[in-house]
C-alpha cells in the first residue's frame, strides 16, 4: 500500500504555459489493483486509482487550455480563450504574464484571478468579472473596461493608458502608482469608493478630486478629521 501512496505522490505533476504533453504514468497502480484480493485492500487502490486519475484529467485539461491560449496569441476574436481561461481559473492555475493582447474576451469570468505583469494591450474586458484580481503591473493600455467588475481588484502600478472606464465598478479597489495617462469615461464609473489612490501617475485633471468626492482614499483624505456623521456616510457608501 506504502508502493501505491508512492506511486499517486510522484504522478501528481502541474503543468505549465508550454512544452510537450505531460506524461502521467499510473499503469503501476492500476497493476497492483489486479494484483491483491481483499476487499479491503482493493477499495484502497481502486480510491488510489481514483485520485490518479483526477489528477491525469486535471493536468490534461490545463494542457489543452494552454495549447488554446498560446495558439490564439496575436489573433482576433475570442479564438476559443474565454473557456481556456475559465478551466485555467478553475483548476487554481496562475495567469501571471500571459499575453491576452488584442483578445476579444467580453464578459470573461475572472474573479480572484492571478493576472499579475500579464499583458492586455487593447484586450476587449467589457463587461468582465475582474473582482478580487491581482492586476498589478499589468498593461492594459487600451484595454475596454466598459461595464467591468474591478470591485477589490489590485491595479497597482498598472498600465491604463488610454483604458475605457465607463461604467466600470472600481470599488475597494488598489490603483495605487497607476498609469493613468489619457483614460477614458472616468466620470462615468459607476463606483470608486473605498479606493486606494495614491501615487498615481499622470492621471487626468480633476480624476483625483473627483475619486475623493466618489469616496476614493488617499494620503490627503487619510489626514483630513473627519465629523462623527461624515465618517458614518463614508462607511456606509454603496460599493
Do not use: C
Not at 469615461?185 to 499622470?202: A, F, V
Amino acid at each position: 500500500m506504502a508502493d501505491v501512496k508512492k506511486t499517486a505522490r510522484e504522478s501528481a505533476v502541474r503543468s505549465g504555459h508550454s512544452g510537450s504533453r505531460p506524461r502521467f504514468p499510473h499503469h503501476g497502480v492500476r497493476h497492483a489493483l489486479a494484483r491483491v484480493k481483499t476487499h479491503p485492500q482493493r477499495r484502497s487502490v481502486r480510491a488510489a486509482v481514483d485520485v490518479v486519475d483526477a489528477q491525469r484529467a486535471v493536468i490534461d485539461s490545463n494542457y489543452q487550455a494552454w495549447q488554446v491560449i498560446n495558439s490564439a496569441q496575436g489573433k482576433g476574436g475570442s479564438g476559443g480563450r474565454i473557456d481556456a481561461l475559465s478551466d485555467l481559473l478553475r483548476n487554481g492555475v496562475s495567469l501571471a504574464g500571459i499575453n491576452l493582447d488584442g483578445a476579444r474576451l467580453e464578459g470573461v469570468e475572472l474573479p480572484r484571478a492571478t493576472l499579475v505583469r500579464s499583458r492586455l494591450h487593447h484586450a476587449n474586458l467589457a463587461r468582465a468579472n475582474l473582482a478580487g484580481a491581482n492586476l498589478e503591473g499589468a498593461n492594459l493600455e487600451g484595454a475596454d473596461l466598459r461595464g467591468a467588475d474591478l470591485v477589490a481588484a489590485n491595479l497597482t502600478g498598472a498600465y491604463l493608458k488610454g483604458a475605457n472606464l465607463t461604467d466600470a465598478r472600481l470599488s475597494a479597489a488598489t490603483l495605487d502608482g497607476a498609469d493613468l495617462t489619457d483614460v477614458v469615461g472616468w466620470r462615468e464609473m459607476r463606483s470608486i469608493s473605498h479606493t486606494s489612490i495614491d501615487d498615481l501617475r499622470h492621471a487626468p485633471a480633476g480624476f483625483a478630486a473627483w475619486a475623493r468626492e466618489q469616496g476614493a482614499v488617499d494620503a490627503v483624505t487619510r489626514a483630513e478629521p473627519e465629523e462623527e456623521t461624515d465618517n458614518y456616510s463614508r462607511q456606509f457608501r454603496a460599493i
